[in-house]
């Protein structure tokens, strides 16, 4: 007999194998995936970091108004002789800002107009990390259904082998049917192994999506909603990339703008500096009337007017060049942005219908299977007379249920393919954010 705490101690063993279990096998939900994915995304990080860039180039541009104060504090090394040129001073302050510039008032709405095209391109890019997150996951789902269908094809393929190892050696069926019994099953288990291969591949990239170890992610098929019937012609498109494109490029023609303007317009500065003077190792004094006084402060309005810059126009061209080149990527995104909805508008039309047949088909062969298995334990209720149709055998039965397996992983892959492309045309439409406070929601 087992001592208790032997027990205890076999007890608490079984509950962390347990646990361990569990936590292996642990579904993971969609919406799960979607965060942790966003969370986790490169492209996410970068876009969240160009955002945090245009918020401070935009505070930038704006402080250029806020009087900046500046100190500076110093002692001569060694002692001066002869005159300097500039009274010597123990510390100095000095304060500045700009007064009025028609090109900073260009550069401040270019700032505002990028953060603006950089916040739409973070959106972009969590919702293209949702959908590659959801496509792959919905994927994985599908691939667990049709792994688990492939397994019960294996199990009627081997009945069916065994089958027709027993007609052979008694000589009702040729050496060949036995033949296509054991090229059914290979070809079942390959199938099976591509899946298991693929499903491994899937968990994988999930894995580098989410940082979640590939042998915890388990689906959950329920936490996958609907993915609604959407066309271009049923709602409007809201497109942050090229949402994203515009800004950009009316940003950069502003900054353009500004580079041009400032090599004929002026600008006005305000300054004011005080010093604080010192006689110490020096002989300042002997050089003027009087001596000199210890608290000196100054104040002015500088106007800049430009005559003759080879810097700033050469920055001005370059500027326009850059403003040029963000425009007609903006006109190219948008062009290739209408091809990719046509395209997959017309895609859905053709997939909705392979789906509606696969699905047709799975149902003809339950609907076969039934019947043959009907007939398997009641007979065909012909008799046995010569014009009647043979008996069937137990070979026919599991034909039927590998047909009929076989057409349900159709089934699942068309509808696979369907979702996959409905999923691309609603982030084409810049509606994959609805889909997912939809899951959100769930």
Known sequence: MLHPARIAGLAASLAIVLAGNAHVCAQVS?????????????????????????????????????????????????????????????????????????SQRRYLEAARLGLRSAMESLRDAREQVALDASSEYIELDNDAMELQAAHQQEESAARLVSIEQQRAEAGVDPLSDLLQAQLTAAQ??????????????????????????????VTEHSSIPA???????????????LDAADLLAHSKQLVAKGDEEINYLPQLTFAAQYNRNTTLLNSVNSFFAHPLPANNFASGIQIEIPLFDM??????????????????EAEQARRQSDVQVATLTGALRVLDTMAEIARLKQQIAQEQLRTVLAQLQYGNGQGASQTGNPQLSPKTEELARIDERQKYQ??????????????GLLRALGHMQDWLNELHGK
Do not use: Y
């Not at 993915?227 to 709602?235: D, L, N, S, Y």
């Not at 700033?312 to 850059?322: F, I, L, M, P």
């Open 410 to 423: 159709d089934s699942l892959d068309a509808g696979l393919d369907l979702a996959k492309t409905r999923l």
């Open 227 to 241: 993915i609604p019937k959407i066309t271009a012609e049923t709602v409007a498109p809201v497109r942050s990339a």
């Open 311 to 328: 810097g700033h126009r050469a920055k001005g061209r370059e500027s326009t060049a850059d403003a040029l080149r963000a425009t007609v």
């Open 188 to 217: 079942i288990k390959l199938h099976r192994e591509q899946l298991e291969s693929r499903m491994g591949t899937l968990a994988a990239e999930l894995e580098a999506l989410t940082g979640l170890p590939a042998d915890t992610i």
């Open 30 to 102: 969609l919406v799960t995936v979607v965060d942790l994915a966003q969370r986790n995304s490169t492209a996410v990080r970068i876009a969240r970091a160009n955002t945090d860039k245009a918020e401070a180039l935009l505070s930038e541009n704006k402080d250029v108004i806020i009087p900046s104060l500046l100190f500076s504090t110093g002692l001569p090394a060694f002692p001066e002789t002869g005159f300097t040129g500039t009274p010597p001073s123990i510390w100095s302050a000095t304060v500045q800002s700009l007064v009025f510039s028609v």
